[in-house]
């Protein structure tokens, strides 16, 4: 957390590499941790004991909307943000007074236990949940952390951002506890303390053996490169003159070893961060650009009639119906892939993996090449594309000769499924590799509403109001 200065104890940075498999493993339902062949139970408890705080009091509530942040500000003498460096300086100082002091740590403890992979300060989003309750300890923290955890972690399983949030910490910190000792219960299950708090280098490095947790040379997004090798060969001849310097050079030798585990892949990490931020900016920006360019060549006259000899964007008649360019520019945002007037990039083709969000961009490409097919075998298949349905179903009103029609739906940006509505027999099916019986009723809802604003456009009395079958 940063506090480390105050009370004389080393700081550890979080361990991204271990904390990513964690959530990747987490079974959400029982509220299990799993790391290999491992498994042990993480609930509030744990929560509680890692944070050191007690698992009693009320549920942690916003006070007031982020929007009125001013009033709060004004009361506790808070800025836009808080940070590390201020926080260290009133402790120190000890010229506070009231509970303004309380607030200002209260704000950064709750931004870094959120987002810990964030930067050392707090914005005014957060303070909502400062107020009398809070400052007076009334507030079961732990509930509400372990809360946005599990919050995370979901989000995290389900490929909705690739970046580690949360209170990740309890992860690590209660996996390192598991396996502290011999002990068939972990510390803080016995007397409610974690026995990590009271950890040196030493223990860390001995659990991590029994894990089979290497030192990792290699960063998250890169390896550190440069002098470092250079100088590790020099700490070892340093270390064989240790006889003729009386064992001073150990001093040295420490320094040099420390310089290179802490100092240097911070930097370097920091470094990477930021060109991949940078990099993400950039595709984002191409991508738009690209969405805008592919939007103009749709008309709706083109759809409805799903006339692929003319005006359809379908992709060229060759036998070869993939166009993979021949000598591909390293660049992530060149075109790979081109399918008539449709494109993807090396970042769509790239979410076509588990765990990854696919782009809409994929799904047109998909989508098109089935409707290319199913000229040979004599049926016609109609394609709206997804990011035109709204504009273009008010003009679209032949769907009544279909025999199905298939929607992609996203409910709050949550996961796409597929709705299927037969029109022969009637009946709508969802879809969902994600089956989860608690959003289910709004699947349904969801299948209702598309239902619905269909049939506005035709005679509601030659078709009846389908069943939901969920699969």
Not at 181 to 204: F, M, Q, T
Request: contains cysteine.
């Amino acid at each position: 957390m940063g506090f480390e200065s105050l009370i004389g104890v080393g700081d550890r940075p979080i361990r991204r590499e271990l904390c990513r498999s964690l959530m990747e493993q987490f079974d959400v339902k029982q509220c299990i941790a799993k790391y290999g062949d491992y498994s042990f139970p993480l609930g509030v408890s744990t929560a509680a004991a890692v944070l050191g705080v007690q698992n009693k009091g009320k549920s942690v509530v916003e006070v007031c909307s982020s929007t009125n942040w001013k009033a709060l500000a004004s009361k506790f003498g808070l800025n836009q943000k808080v940070t590390y460096a201020e926080v260290e300086k009133d402790i120190k100082s000890g010229s506070y007074g009231g509970d303004e002091l309380k607030a200002q740590v209260l704000l950064y403890l709750v931004g870094i236990f959120l987002c810990p992979t964030g930067d050392t300060s707090t914005n005014k989003e957060y303070m909502k949940l400062i107020c009398d309750e809070g400052l007076k300890g009334e507030f079961n923290w732990a509930e509400y952390v372990y809360s946005r955890l599990i919050e995370s972690i979901i989000t995290f399983q389900k490929g909705s951002h690739r970046y580690l949030k949360g209170c990740i910490a309890i992860l690590e910190v209660a996996l390192f506890d598991f396996w502290s000792g011999c002990d068939s219960l972990p510390a803080y299950e016995r007397n409610g303390v974690a026995r990590i708090h009271a950890w040196g280098k030493e223990e860390v490095v001995r659990v991590m053996a029994k894990l089979k947790l290497d030192r990792p040379r290699k960063l998250e997004m890169g390896e550190v490169k440069g002098n470092v090798d250079v100088v590790v060969n020099e700490v070892e001849v340093l270390r064989e003159l240790n006889l003729l310097t009386g064992g001073k050079i150990d001093v040295v030798v420490k320094e040099v070893v420390e310089l290179r585990n802490e100092e240097l892949c911070r930097a370097k990490y920091d470094e990477l961060k930021k060109f991949e931020e940078e990099e993400m900016e950039e595709e984002e920006k191409m991508e738009e650009m690209r969405r805008k360019d592919v939007t103009n060549i749709y008309t709706p006259e083109s759809v409805i009639d799903a006339d692929l000899d003319s005006e359809c964007p379908a992709p060229h008649k060759k036998k070869q119906k993939r166009l993979f360019q021949a000598e591909l520019n390293r660049s992530k945002l060149c075109s790979v892939i081109s399918m008539g007037n449709q494109y993807a990039s090396v970042s769509n083709v790239a979410t076509l993996k588990p765990s990854e969000w696919v782009g809409g961009v994929v799904i047109d490409l998909l989508t098109w090449t089935v409707c290319y097919d199913s000229k040979k075998s004599g049926r016609t298949i109609g394609y709206i594309p997804y990011h035109l349905a709204g504009p273009m179903l008010h003009n679209y009103e032949k769907f009544t000769n279909c025999e199905k029609i298939m929607i992609t739906i996203n409910h709050n940006n949550s996961h796409w499924y597929l709705l299927v509505l037969d029109m022969v027999d009637r009946v709508a099916t969802v879809y969902d590799s994600l089956f989860i019986s608690a959003t289910s009723k709004q699947r349904v809802n969801d299948a209702a509403t598309v239902y619905d604003s269909l049939f506005t456009y035709a005679a509601a009395t030659v078709y009846g109001r389908p069943c939901c079958n969920c699969i």
